[in-house]
């Protein structure tokens, strides 16, 4: 008789607490679609038993002896890519190698409660299991070995070489108190891996403002806009409250709070209001803002990222007049938020992430009367 349970995913536990493993095993192997099929406690057993195990996602600690998580992702991205879920500290320390493990390639992560007990890491059962879940759906095609480049050239200094570009005499644009766009970024899983690859695109004198809104945990934001910086010419901050809007620079939505830009161009942050529609920061939000602000110089970028969020603020923008860009299933990570625009009927071009970037210069520069350098 032909079993009719259905088939498990095959989970690797990387972790160098004997007590940790035990935990994790445990939220897993009481799921009825995951199975524990091995344990490594550092990096070096982590590529080994990638290898030997074939699992169908990783679970990735980011601080252990020998060989650190770090390298394993980058070594693992590079050789036998598997899909990675990092399941780190919410420090400071945890959060700069958390985003290092995502630009190399890792899918998703999951935080450690503080104390990171047994009870405490109950709590984060169901993210834990949605995660590794959707992690293990994700067929990885691309290798890490663009981003290692990228990161370790970042580290000694280096700049990817980017088209510079110069503002032409300014010349008026109605409405008449907007002189430059506004360029909205939407993403969530694989997002920052696919922002860092665009970075570089952006120049100090870009004319434009840029919008980054990333499902991303308050104690992250702060270290992703430092980590984003080192890739990119132009201006990176987190958003302040009040705060004007201007162009030549890369706003990131903090993390744990809503952001519009008011109809006099200001910033404005809302961390009351909790989850809306289950996100937290809403794209949606900020896009809506924005389109009213901007009007037919507002940008929507929908890129990789699980569910909707996006798809009625990218309307709002092509109401407005403005230009909406997605990005390809062949280059996302998840498919989710690009599909759901492009099924909204609001979607312009549908683009690979190399061709966004030069999409958003083209339509910017139109907009703003700029011309590359050297054209007469």
Do not use: W
């Not at 900020?286 to 699980?306: F, R």
């Amino acid at each position: 008789m032909v079993s009719s349970q259905p088939k498990k995913f095959r989970v690797l536990v990387v972790e160098d607490s004997t007590f940790m493993q035990r935990v994790l095993e445990s939220i897993f192997n009481s799921d009825d679609q995951l199975q524990v099929v091995g344990h490594a406690t550092d990096g070096r057993e982590a590529i080994a038993m990638a290898e030997t195990l074939k699992p169908d996602v990783i679970t990735m600690d980011l601080n252990m002896p020998h060989m650190d998580g770090l390298q394993a992702t980058a070594h693992i991205m590079t050789t036998n890519p598997r899909p990675i879920v990092v399941v780190s500290s919410e420090t400071r320390e945890g959060a700069a190698k958390t985003l290092k493990a995502l630009e190399l390639g890792a899918i998703e992560f999951v935080t450690k409660p503080s104390a990171g007990i047994d009870l405490d890491m109950q709590s984060a059962k169901e993210e834990l299991i949605r995660k590794v879940r959707m992690a293990a759906k994700v067929r990885v095609v691309r290798t890490a070995s663009r981003m290692v480049t990228a990161v370790q050239g970042a580290g000694m200094g280096a700049a990817a070489p980017v088209q510079r570009v110069r503002l032409a005499q300014p010349t008026p644009i109605v409405p008449a108190e907007l002189r430059f766009p506004v360029v909205v970024l939407a993403a969530s899983t694989g997002g920052p891996a696919t922002v860092m690859r665009m970075a570089p695109g952006f120049t100090k004198d870009f004319p434009a403002a840029v919008f980054l809104v990333q499902h991303m945990p308050a104690a992250f934001t702060t270290q992703y806009a430092l980590q984003l910086a080192e890739f990119t010419g132009v201006r990176v901050k987190e958003g302040e409250a009040s705060e004007p809007v201007q162009p030549g620079t890369l706003y990131i939505c903090p993390g744990g709070q809503h952001l519009r830009v008011t109809p006099t161009g200001r910033i404005q942050l809302d961390s009351t209001t909790g989850r809306i529609e289950g996100y937290v920061p809403n794209i949606d939000v900020t896009m809506e803002s924005i389109a009213a602000y901007a009007g037919a110089m507002s940008i929507a970028v929908v890129l990789t990222g699980m569910g909707s969020d996006g798809a009625r603020g990218a309307r709002a923008i092509k109401s407005a007049g403005g230009l909406v860009l997605a990005q390809d299933e062949a280059t996302c990570v998840i498919f989710g938020m690009p599909a759901e625009a492009i099924k909204a009927g609001v979607v312009d071009q549908v683009l690979g992430i190399d061709d966004i970037y030069p999409a958003i210069e083209k339509r910017v520069l139109g907009l703003s009367r700029v011309a590359p350098v050297g054209a007469r």
